[in-house]
């Protein structure tokens, strides 16, 4: 602060750059993240980019059977589902902190806080 009980402007300006620079990189550590969520105990894996970007996608081929492809279904949606919630659980854990400084609710849409 400065004399008189004024902030320091500076101060401000360097600490409000600081903090975006911290968001850019929590941002891009997300982006570089692959999560991976499971169904039908392991047997059909997907991953995705911490942006929710599918990248791949595995199914034993104990669990293909084409007599009933709804559970093959089933289970796919399972796992990108999965995958999709740690996703966003990453993103909450690296983005929280940042929300917290800006007195609560992250502002940003898909995230819980």
Same mark, same amino acid.
């Given at each position: 602060?400065?004399?008189?009980?004024?902030?320091?402007?500076?101060?401000?300006?360097?600490?409000?750059?600081?903090?975006? &620079?911290? $968001?850019?990189?929590?941002?891009? @550590?997300? *982006?570089? !993240?692959?999560?991976?969520?499971? /169904?039908?105990?392991? %047997?059909?894996?997907?991953?995705?980019?911490?942006?929710?970007?599918?990248?791949?996608?595995?199914?034993?081929?104990?669990?293909?059977?084409?007599?009933?492809?709804?559970?093959? &279904?089933? $289970?796919?949606?399972?796992?990108? @589902?999965? *995958?999709? !919630?740690?996703?966003?659980?990453? /993103?909450?854990?690296? %983005?929280?902190?940042?929300?917290?400084?800006?007195?609560?609710?992250?502002?940003?849409?898909?995230?819980?806080?």
């Amino acid at each position: 602060m400065q004399p008189g009980g004024q902030p320091d402007m500076q101060s401000i300006i360097q600490q409000a750059q600081q903090m975006q &620079q911290q $968001l850019m990189e929590a941002q891009e @550590k997300i *982006a570089a !993240a692959v999560v991976e969520g499971q /169904a039908g105990g392991g %047997l059909v894996t997907a991953k995705l980019t911490g942006t929710g970007e599918l990248v791949d996608l595995t199914i034993d081929p104990k669990v293909v059977d084409p007599d009933d492809v709804e559970t093959l &279904q089933d $289970l796919v949606m399972g796992a990108i @589902k999965d *995958a999709n !919630a740690q996703s966003q659980s990453l /993103a909450a854990e690296t %983005l929280g902190p940042f929300a917290q400084g800006m007195g609560g609710g992250s502002g940003i849409p898909g995230l819980p806080f």
